[in-house]
């Protein structure tokens, strides 16, 4: 595997633009297989160090710093919460009987999400399930609290801006799957009967015995990072690219499933 596309570099610090499926550390101590930052520190050096982290589904910006000092200022604005994270995602719509199963549904009778929207839940470890993460209506976990934005509406999909104020682990994940709209393709919080297909969207589709899903990997798209730079203290922006088969989707959606733009 090559090393992920730079989106910026400077003496100071390093952004990757990190594919779906690519771990930014090893899961567990020991771990075998490739990472971000085992091929970020042979390639920059075995300072490198990450200032945030990325699950390994998601794809999209995911930032290094190359001095102890940089690493120092830049984790300060993630802790303090100056620092700025945007995401991607397409959410999937599930029927009413699986969002009488989520702790905090925000979608009306008709099944719509409101233009923009904010969870406000508790996270933790599930201890009944190691690996997962859970929200706490009452007491328990630690604050979490994300803003959402419908960008686009597709009936049964919708593509969303999220914005997560605190930076716990699975949070958008966590936190969309309570609001009743989950993420698609999300084996762990999502629901397994949502599939985009192109044969949902066009009418006459052809092909159906050997048709693949639009869309096969965790919809979610770590998209921009804002921050002040620490060595020049100006804000900068990095953004990362819709990865193409998020890209394709939205195409035949816009196309074919009749967009509602967001407020």
């Avoid at 499926?21 to 567990?28: E, K, N, S």
């Amino acid at each position: 595997m090559t090393l992920p596309d730079i989106l910026y570099e400077d003496d100071f610090l390093v952004a990757f633009d990190k594919p779906s499926g690519l771990p930014v550390v090893p899961a567990r101590p020991g771990e075998a297989g490739a990472t971000l930052m085992a091929m970020a520190r042979e390639a920059r050096g075995p300072s490198l160090a990450c200032v945030h982290r990325v699950d390994r589904e998601t794809s999209g910006v995911v930032l290094c710093a190359k001095t102890k000092p940089a690493l120092d200022a830049l984790s300060g604005q993630f802790q303090s919460k100056s620092a700025r994270r945007t995401f991607l995602a397409m959410a999937a719509l599930p029927p009413p009987e699986w969002i009488g199963g989520a702790c905090a549904p925000v979608r009306d009778a008709q099944g719509a999400l409101p233009p923009a929207f904010t969870v406000d839940l508790a996270l933790g470890e599930d201890e009944r399930d190691p690996g997962r993460i859970r929200a706490f209506r009452r007491a328990g976990g630690r604050p979490s609290v994300t803003e959402f934005r419908v960008l686009e509406s597709f009936g049964r999909f919708a593509w969303l801006e999220c914005r997560p104020l605190t930076g716990r682990m699975h949070q958008i994940r966590v936190h969309l799957a309570s609001a009743g709209a989950p993420v698609l393709n999300d084996t762990l919080y999502g629901d397994p009967g949502s599939v985009l297909l192109l044969s949902q969207l066009k009418r006459g589709y052809k092909g159906r015995d050997e048709e693949r899903p639009l869309v096969s990997r965790l919809a979610l798209h770590s998209s921009a990072v804002g921050f002040s730079h620490p060595g020049r203290g100006e804000p900068v922006e990095i953004t990362a690219p819709v990865p193409k088969e998020l890209e394709v989707a939205l195409k035949y959606l816009r196309k074919f499933a009749g967009a509602r733009r967001g407020a």
